[in-house]
């Protein structure tokens, strides 16, 4: 059984991972996404975030996609807007190689 993803403001996990979310949301971001061709934005942003909180827990993209349809707090608190489909998130992280997702997110600014 899967432990279901309960926003707790005061976790310090909790904590970390919206300081780590909260840069996806940051303009030069957004602007380094664009240039990548990561689009639309609002999109892989949200595939983004969630993948990285599945990343952060261990879990699968599909269960925490789920958890996010079932949870509007956890949504608003993590500045999720756009909940999709699983497939649709594997079909957006599939355009590009694993290489590509290595030297995207280890890439200087």
């Given amino acids: 059984m899967k432990i279901p993803l309960i926003y ?6 909790w904590i970390l991972l919206c300081k780590i979310l909260n840069i996806f949301d940051d303009r030069e971001t957004e602007q380094e996404l664009s240039k990548e061709g990561l689009t639309p934005l609002k999109r892989s942003v949200n595939i983004l ?3 990285m909180v599945a990343l952060f827990f261990d879990s699968d993209v599909s ?5 996010f349809n079932r949870n509007k707090r956890l949504k608003k608190q993590l500045a999720v807007d756009d909940v999709f489909t699983a497939e649709q998130a594997y079909e957006f992280l599939s355009r590009h190689s694993e290489k590509y997702w290595h030297e995207f997110t280890i890439k200087q600014p």
């Fill in 8 to 13: 707790d403001e005061k976790d310090p996990k």
């Fill in 49 to 51: 975030k969630i993948v």
């Fill in 63 to 67: 269960y925490v996609i789920s958890e």
